[in-house]
């Protein structure tokens, strides 16, 4: 009996020992379950910002130069890198059947205005007839009533045919025009101040106007340069009309340029959801050239205040981006717009209010409705 007694103390004790550690694992797992976290205040704020864009530097004004007439290049007065003024000629075209038109032209005005001439002579002769047979047929008797017929029609007709000289003058002329025209586009004259960054033709060669032929020549005026930004959809209504910006080219990095805003589509690209915003640069030292890149600092301002929190209580899933929020100790995941960053702040847009109370280091742990205790209320500013 006392042999048996002292077998099954020790089995009792193990059992009270295993259910009190169980106990208090189970305990630690329910407090566990709660975790801690620290909560931060929703700022609202109105900050001057600057974010960085790429940009393009894009001559002031471009045009490829086409033949307007079918010829041969007669001579070729400008190369790639030619600087020139508007009218300067860049090259001269060869187009005889052309020049012979003008001719004929011209010759066609010369028959015009003699015929005008003739026919003039004659209504003036008829008409003076016709008014000294209206004199003398006072007389009666004078003149029969058959010749102040003839008479009359005949300075009629003679009316009537110069008018038609008088038509065929105009007509005469304006042909010739049009052939004189033609003419001078043989000679092919830079449209305005600039320098030559293409030539594509040489002497001898056969050009024309087709629609597919490499143009002649490509003139740009780099003394005023566009710097075009692309802006995102998010910052399309912070550029204003006096807005400046500061860029750098890789070219010369540690130089900062300046430019004023000009201009923008104020619409946005259905391609890349962007506006084009072009901003003016004096070029007339000739430092930048077109078509470089440019790093371009644009200041940003909301025309109000907006709502900022650390960037350190946004969750991003594929499901978008996320802040907790908190009420009454339980977590309230709530979707959000980032906007523009501000130091260790990023901009947002939801339903959120200046001085909620937000969980600060966010994340996927924490699951929306889940109960939380709150390390410290210090970093809250609302009561």
Known sequence: ?????ITYIPLALGIVVLASCHSEKKQESKTAAVPEVEITAVKNLQPALQTALPGELKPWNKTPMFPRVKGYV???????????????????????EIVSALNHAQAQVASAEATLIEQGAKVRASTLTYQRMLETSRT???????????????????????????????????QHASQGQLVS????????????????????????PEGNAKPMFVLEDHSKLRLTVAVPENLSNSISDNSAV??????????????????????????????????????ADGALKAGMYAQVKLPVTRNKSTLFVPRTALIQST?????????????????????NNLDSLVEVF????????????????????????????KLSAKK
């Open 140 to 174: 009666k008797g004078a003149v029969s009533a058959n010749e102040m017929d003839q008479a009359l029609s005949r300075m009629s007709a003679d009316s009537a045919l110069t008018r038609a000289a008088q038509s065929n003058l105009l007509a005469a002329k304006a």
């Open 185 to 208: 586009y043989l000679t092919v004259r830079a449209p305005f101040d600039g320098t030559v960054t293409e030539r594509n033709i040489s002497p001898g060669e056969l050009v024309g």
């Open 350 to 377: 939801g339903p959120l209010q200046e001085g909620e109370n937000i969980v600060l280091k966010a994340s996927e742990e924490l699951r929306n409705g889940q109960a939380v205790t709150v390390k410290s209320q």
């Open 319 to 339: 499901e978008g981006v996320f802040v907790i929020r908190l009420r009454e100790n339980v977590a309230e995941w709530l979707g959000v717009q980032k906007g």
């Open 1 to 5: 009996m006392n042999a048996m007694k």
């Open 74 to 96: 007669g001579a070729v007065k400008a190369d790639r890198g030619t600087v020139v003024k508007k009218g300067d000629v860049l090259a001269v075209l060869e187009a005889p």
């Open 246 to 283: 500061s860029f750098t080219v890789q070219a010369d990095p540690q130089k900062e340029y300046k430019a004023r805003f000009a201009r923008s589509a104020n619409s946005l690209s259905e391609n890349n959801r962007t506006m084009m915003a072009e901003f003016d640069v004096n070029n």
